[in-house]
């Protein structure tokens, strides 16, 4: 059983990365319900949170049903971090995150998110003073080194759980590669292997079919895997990854019926939680994921993404069953 500090979170746990603008709560009710063992919010801003600013600040919501949960936060300064982490404890999560991956210029080239693996030694501080500031388990999200030529992650780690982390999610890219290429995942089977380390390692990039998950587990020793762009539009692939790991057996994949269904899910929770506007709005980036792979769908895929009345959105979801059922296996 992996544990995370006191944390039972399952035998190789599949865990939803922190994605900004797709890992809020309407999303993550869905990966729950189809396997999410443990999740993140959306990477929050320190500075954003001691601020009082109202996007960071909605960000802390939580609710029971997805416990574990852990928030995430990024910066550049020790001390708004430090802040920032005791105002994420009174949300009440049960994991204080740290994203040091984020590759986004205007994130990294502030020297936070990825732009710390610059800075190892205040990485270090970092951590060590976040995990002073909080009762709660602290992990960090990371990434295996700024480029090629600074790839620590194996010492980095076991710097990081000296001073007290519980867990470690690696992606296996560099910042300088930000997605691009293939991800490297044999420094985090180095990581995992070191005998000097006794947290948890979760493997994360390009996880993007069962098989892969089950062979990377074998391959390369990891914990649990963290399934990020994959589980976008598709929140049954945390089920498809379960079954396939613990059976060998490939789960049909959802059907057009229970697509819609879903997305009617996604698009209630989304407006209840957002207000009309909002909920509609930040919706549009889901559709086309939803219903990939529909032959000529991309009328119906232009309404849903122009159309701003709510029961307008729901009437056309509805009428895709007879519009496009022959085109779906």
């Known amino acids: 059983m992996v544990k995370i500090k006191d944390i039972e979170i399952g035998e190789f746990p599949l865990l939803l990365a922190p994605m900004e603008d797709v890992s809020d709560p309407p999303f993550r009710a869905l990966c729950k319900k189809y396997g999410a063992d443990v999740m993140y919010t959306e990477f ?6 001691i601020r009082d600013a ?30 920032s982490a005791e ?7 049960d994991i204080i995150d740290i994203n040091y991956g984020c590759p986004v210029k205007k994130v990294a080239c502030k020297g936070a998110g990825a732009g710390i693996l610059q800075d190892i030694p205040k990485m270090v501080s970092m951590t060590a003073e976040i995990v002073k500031s909080t009762n709660l388990p602290v992990t960090v999200k990371t990434r295996l080194g700024w480029d090629e030529s600074s790839k620590h992650i194996v010492e980095v780690a076991e710097r990081l759980q000296d001073v007290g982390i519980q867990a470690i999610s690696i992606h296996g890219r560099t910042r300088k590669q930000m997605y691009k290429g293939e991800a490297d995942w044999t420094l985090i089977a180095e990581t995992k292997n070191n005998p000097r380390l006794h947290i948890p390692v979760f493997g994360n990039g390009d996880i993007d079919s069962p098989q892969k998950a089950l062979e990377y587990k074998n391959k390369y020793g990891v914990d649990g895997v963290m399934i990020g762009r994959a589980s976008i539009g598709n929140p049954w692939f945390f089920r498809e990854v379960k079954h396939f790991v613990e059976t060998g057996e490939l789960l049909p994949k959802a059907t057009l019926e229970e697509r819609v269904k879903v997305t009617k899910e996604h698009l209630e929770f989304s407006v209840r939680w ?14 086309a994921n939803y219903f990939k792979g529909i032959e000529n769908f991309k009328p119906t895929r232009t309404q849903l993404v122009t159309l701003d009345e709510y029961e307008e959105i729901v009437e056309v979801l509805g009428g895709i069953m007879d519009q496009y059922g022959a085109y779906v296996d």
């Open 44 to 49: 929050i801003s320190s500075e954003g949170l």
């Open 274 to 287: 957002k207000g009309e506007r909002l909920g509609v709005v930040e919706m549009r980036r889901h559709y």
């Open 87 to 93: 105002i994420c404890e009174s949300a009440n999560p």
């Open 54 to 83: 109202a996007k960071s600040v909605q960000k802390l919501d939580i609710f029971e049903y997805e416990r574990p949960i852990g928030i995430q936060i990024f910066g550049s300064e020790i001390d708004s971090m430090k802040q």
